[in-house]
């Protein structure tokens, strides 16, 4: 253990020394390559023009390779696996997307993929808001804000356990431990479990996701609802609004924009959702969902790369509609600014 | 605002907060509880019976007369009903199961034939007889007991050192640091590059970051897996290591760090920069003495984002760390026990609890930073 600490410190020292080592060496050769001082004047132009061509690249550099290799070459290099076999090497064309829309459990996947969509963006976005809005209005709002936000810091697997204990079933007559069920109890019904449940069970585990996520939700809505102009609230009020439709008619409209970041962001996070099926369940009692799918076809049987990168790629093709959105925005956004 | 809505209205305010963050508080509440519960408690009572003292009826039998003396022309059997590492306070008893808190603690009471049976309130128990105590069972008693709260930190012993959540902690921290400190340099120089520099492609540049943001992880597990065991191949290295998952993780955060650091590093006064040059500063100097250190609230928002995010994350680990019991990171441990240990909630309750201290510890330490970052990170489009 005191070893793995020592080389661990070791590598956080050599990997910080390498890069600023790489930086300044970098920028050090390009001074000497090309020198601003001590050149004719004409000389001295023209180097500077060639630094100012070649340091950009010095300082991307880095960050450009890393992201071509982590990045840009697994999407291409998924979507040319997603039509080759599972080792790789024979050309099937389109037989692992085939194989997929004809296979139960990815069908399975899909649908619960859409639950999951329909259902956790709108109740974190939903909670969140409503949340926002009444812990603005207290004195102790910030605290509540704080405890209610805590769970984004919990890992997918630490939530599960804690909410695995909630869904706590036992049988035969047993004291039940899992709350969940003991309220059940009290109210004088019959415990359930929970996690195998038809059809219901994908909704006990979005409301992990829920919980996770609805902190999130609040704190971006919170700070846009801090925005609003003071002004038109109170128009609202001289004119007799009651809370309800100041809510809706006058802070809603105006932080549009913003749920639907909220919205699309948890969205994208949705998609993407594995470790909570994968502890909770692992995808029995039909609540598969394609990243974890995915995951399984990587290592099942000694894995299937074809089928494994097929699933990947539908994954991906339901979040490009959200990236070119993005783009827009942040490209609109830019010419406006700067 | 909170001048608005009558009185009843900002109570119902208060109360529906009050709601929420109870709904949102009592689930963490739970493991925190049930980790200092031994594992009998566990199981025989709910959590939220843990704080209160628990008053439970319980039925019992006293020793067989084997043990009995004779005292005064009467013969006495005396003891404790509590066994051997029990306690608690007797608040009733009774010798009939249709009515097993019939004598309050202390009091007398006329069994059968001129016998009697006191019980106190810590659990010594009389009973006298004026004949000769028959038969090879004891006599049946029933009591209604309370049992003080009790905790204990026998589970974190156990599971730090005989569960191996120890080395895992270790392992985690080990993939979490570097990871978390080396794409910031690499992210901050790219971000001063795309914010400040002119060059050919830079709004390409932007707009592939962008576009990375929401390229989903598992896309790129397939191919990396694939070259990292060619890459370890020809090498004669392993496949998966330490160094693996770091390069891992930082290409994994750069999108987000390039995107975070240009839009903030963007928004710092050109004057600032302009003046700077004028003075014949280069842009290495220009980077490392006025824009880092003005970017630090940014640069510790992405820290704190990236150490949760490697810390909590279990799919890169899994994948590029492996599943062998020396290399699991605490996710990774925590998820192969509730495998194995489904049923052991003291066992679950408390390695889950160690594994969320560290990023609750920070995120309640560091939430400024971490609410700036997610504002900048969201707000503005991501």
């Known amino acids: 253990m005191a070893s793995q600490i020592v080389s661990a410190i070791l590598t956080v020292l050599v990997g910080v020394f390498g890069c600023v080592a790489y930086f300044w060496g970098a920028n050090r050769l390009l001074d000497l390559a090309y020198p601003a001082h001590g050149v004719s004047g004409m000389r001295a132009v023209d180097n500077l023009r060639r630094q100012g061509l070649i340091r950009p690249w010095l300082f991307v550099g880095p960050a450009l390779i890393l992201l071509g290799v982590y990045l840009v070459y697994p999407v291409v290099e998924t979507l040319r696996l997603s039509l080759f076999d599972r080792g790789g090497t024979n050309f099937v064309g389109l037989a692992n997307y085939e194989w997929a829309f004809g296979d139960r459990e990815f069908r399975n996947s899909i649908f619960n993929n859409f639950l999951w969509l329909l259902v956790v963006p709108a109740a974190c976005t939903f909670l969140g808001l409503i949340i926002a809005v009444l812990t603005d209005r207290i004195w102790w709002g910030t605290i509540a804000k704080s405890l209610i936000f805590m769970p984004l810091a919990i890992s997918f697997v630490g939530a599960s356990v804690i909410w695995k204990f909630i869904y706590e079933y036992r049988g035969g007559g047993q004291t039940q431990i899992g709350i969940l069920n003991a309220i059940v109890q009290s109210l004088g019904l019959e415990p359930q479990v929970w996690i195998s449940l038809p059809f219901w069970n994908n909704f006990f585990l979005m409301a992990i996701l829920i919980w996770i996520q609805t902190g999130f939700a609040m704190v971006i809505l919170s700070a846009a609802l801090r925005g609003i102009p003071e002004e038109t609230i109170e128009a609202a009020v001289i004119d007799g609004a009651n809370p309800f439709q100041i809510f809706w008619k006058i802070m809603v409209p105006q932080i549009w924009g913003t749920i639907a970041v909220v919205w699309t962001t948890i969205t994208i996070l949705v998609l993407k959702v594995f470790d909570i099926v994968l502890t909770m369940t692992n995808g029995q009692w039909n609540t598969q969902v394609l990243a974890n799918l995915m995951f399984d076809w990587m290592f099942r049987g000694g894995g299937d790369f074809g089928r494994g990168a097929a699933i990947a790629v539908v994954i991906m093709l339901a979040v490009v509609p959200i990236m070119i959105w993005n783009i827009r925005q942040a490209t609109r956004e830019a010419d406006g600014g700067h | ?382």
């Not at chain 2, 191996?164 to 640091?177: A, E, K, P």
């Not at chain 2, 290399?327 to 408390?350: F, H, M, P, R, Y």
């Not at chain 2, 609890?353 to 707000?379: D, K, N």
Request: proline share 5%; charged share 15%.
């Open chain 2, 1 to 382: 605002m909170a001048a608005r809505g009558s009185v009843a209205g900002r109570w119902g305010v208060h109360l529906a907060v009050l709601f929420f963050v109870v709904l949102w508080t009592v689930p963490t509440l739970g493991i925190l509880v049930t980790s200092f519960r031994e594992a009998g408690q566990i199981v025989a009572s709910g959590w939220w019976t843990a704080l209160s003292s628990s008053a439970r009826t319980e039925a019992g039998r006293l020793p067989t007369p084997e043990t009995q003396v004779e005292r005064d022309g009467r013969f006495l059997l005396e003891g404790n009903i509590f066994g051997e590492g029990q306690s608690g306070t007797v608040l009733a008893f009774g010798t009939r199961a249709q009515n097993p808190t019939e004598f309050a603690a202390g009091a007398t009471a006329d069994i059968r034939d001129g016998a009697t049976l006191q019980v106190n309130e810590d659990g010594g128990f009389t009973l006298s007889s004026p004949t000769r105590l028959e038969g090879s069972r004891g006599q049946r008693v029933y009591y209604q007991a309370s049992t003080p709260p009790e905790f204990t930190v026998k589970n974190y012993e156990t599971v730090l050192f005989s569960e191996g959540i120890g080395r895992s902690f270790i392992n985690s921290l080990t993939v979490t640091i570097p990871a978390t400190i080396i794409p910031i340099l690499i992210a901050a120089f790219a971000a001063y590059a795309l914010a400040w520099m002119r060059f050919p492609g830079r709004a390409l540049l932007i707009a592939t970051v962008i576009g990375l943001l929401v390229v989903p992880l598992q896309m790129s597990l397939i191919p990396l897996l694939k070259l990292y065991n060619g890459v370890g191949a020809f090498f004669g290295v392993p496949a998966k290591t330490y160094l693996g998952i770091w390069l891992a993780h930082t290409g994994f955060g750069l999108p987000f760090a390039i995107y975070l650091l240009r839009a903030y590093i963007a928004g710092l006064p050109r004057e600032i920069m302009e003046s700077a040059r004028i003075d014949g500063a280069s842009d290495f100097e220009i980077f490392v003495k006025i824009v880092l250190p003005l970017s630090f609230p940014v640069l510790a928002s992405f820290a704190i984002f990236q150490f949760l995010w490697v810390w909590n994350d279990l799919l890169v680990a899994m994948v590029f760390l492996g599943t062998g019991t020396e290399q699991l990171v605490l996710t990774g441990k925590l998820n192969a026990l509730l495998g194995s240990k489904g049923g052991d909630w003291e066992i679950l309750t408390t390695s889950a609890f160690i594994t969320i201290l560290v990023p609750i510890a920070v995120f309640f330490a560091l939430q400024r930073y971490f609410v700036r970052g997610l504002l900048a990170g969201s707000v503005k489009g991501g």
